[in-house]
């Protein structure tokens, strides 16, 4: 089946339908069956699909995939991603297809669990700063802004630059599983708190993403802020050019003068 000519024009050059075997035997599911997390294709409403029909490759199988069947090994992570923002965002899409309404194609779909695990490829035992900085990347794929601003951060700069797996990961600030928002101020500095101990509220107004990225009409407290960033950051940056152009003007000038009166020395 998977031979066929026919199949191979129909596969997108991504699809994601096709393991690497030797990959996946070296991954952290390698010792698992197929039929573990696939089922037997012999359950109600869990056929195979039809081979004749290539269009079933076409379909993305991470969003294909019935991710219910991870709860049966990742029970914990699973119940808390249902608490989270990622699986609101997904329950809505969902809703909103039911309705029928077109995805905006600018925006990201909800991501699920398959967005964020390689379920096939990943490797286990991994370092903290092995999965930090993979999910810096992964987390930067739908929020490029942030993973921007964080990376300019001393966070970011400590913790993916530096490798110093003391500072702090996405995940330490918004969870790994029941992932939350930080825009109210008191889910801010219990993040905070969780590394500063000591901090108190007016800590966690310190702006970590100075982006207006999925900011909404209720976000005008940051927006306020990040816009203040903003200015502050064209003023130094303005006043910083305009020294260095001034000294090195200076500089310049008073090397023509030097020379002037090396040429004018020289004179009979």
């Given at each position: 089946?998977?031979?066929?000519?026919?199949?191979?024009?129909?596969?997108?050059?991504?699809?994601t339908?096709?393991?690497?075997?030797?990959?996946?035997?070296?991954?952290?599911?390698?010792?698992?069956?197929?039929?573990?997390?696939?089922?037997?294709?012999?359950?109600?409403?869990?056929?195979?699909?039809?081979?004749?029909?290539?269009?079933?490759?076409?379909?993305?199988?991470?969003?294909?995939?019935?991710?219910?069947?991870?709860?049966?090994?990742?029970?914990?992570?699973?119940?808390?991603?249902?608490?989270?923002?990622?699986?609101?965002?997904?329950?809505?899409?969902?809703?909103?297809?039911?309705?029928?309404?077109?995805?905006?194609?600018?925006?990201?779909?909800?991501?699920?669990?398959?967005?964020c695990?390689?379920?096939?490829?990943?490797?286990?035992?991994?370092?903290?700063?092995e999965?930090?900085?993979?999910?810096?990347?992964?987390?930067?794929?739908?929020?490029?802004?942030?993973?921007?601003?964080?990376?300019?951060?001393?966070?970011?700069?400590?913790?993916?630059?530096?490798?110093?797996?003391?500072?702090?990961?996405?995940?330490?600030?918004?969870?790994?599983?029941?992932?939350?928002?930080?825009?109210?101020?008191?889910?801010?500095?219990?993040?905070?708190?969780?590394?500063?101990?000591?901090?108190?509220?007016?800590?966690?107004?310190?702006?970590?993403?100075?982006?207006?990225?999925?900011?909404?009409?209720?976000?005008?407290?940051?927006?306020?802020?990040?816009?203040?960033?903003?200015?502050?950051?064209?003023?130094?940056l303005v006043?910083?050019?305009?020294?260095?152009?001034?000294?090195?003007?200076?500089?310049?000038i008073?090397?023509?003068?030097?020379?002037?009166?090396?040429?004018?020395?020289?004179?009979?």
């Amino acid at each position: 089946m998977f031979a066929s000519p026919l199949l191979a024009r129909e596969i997108p050059p991504d699809s994601t339908w096709f393991i690497d075997l030797s990959r996946f035997s070296g991954s952290a599911h390698g010792t698992m069956t197929c039929e573990a997390c696939h089922g037997t294709m012999k359950e109600p409403g869990q056929a195979h699909p039809d081979p004749k029909n290539p269009r079933f490759l076409k379909r993305d199988a991470f969003r294909a995939y019935d991710y219910s069947r991870c709860r049966s090994c990742h029970r914990s992570g699973y119940e808390r991603t249902l608490g989270g923002a990622h699986a609101k965002a997904l329950q809505k899409e969902k809703e909103e297809a039911l309705l029928g309404k077109t995805a905006d194609p600018k925006k990201s779909p909800a991501p699920t669990c398959g967005s964020c695990h390689s379920s096939h490829y990943v490797k286990a035992h991994q370092s903290r700063f092995e999965l930090g900085r993979k999910m810096t990347k992964t987390c930067g794929s739908c929020h490029p802004a942030q993973a921007a601003s964080y990376l300019e951060n001393p966070h970011g700069k400590k913790a993916v630059h530096l490798g110093k797996t003391s500072s702090a990961y996405c995940t330490d600030c918004h969870g790994a599983h029941q992932c939350l928002s930080l825009k109210e101020r008191k889910a801010a500095l219990g993040a905070c708190q969780r590394c500063h101990p000591q901090a108190r509220e007016p800590f966690a107004t310190f702006v970590i993403h100075a982006t207006t990225q999925d900011l909404t009409e209720k976000d005008r407290d940051k927006k306020s802020r990040v816009e203040v960033i903003r200015a502050v950051t064209v003023v130094m940056l303005v006043l910083v050019v305009g020294l260095v152009a001034f000294f090195y003007g200076h500089s310049f000038i008073w090397l023509l003068r030097e020379l002037h009166e090396k040429l004018k020395r020289r004179r009979p």
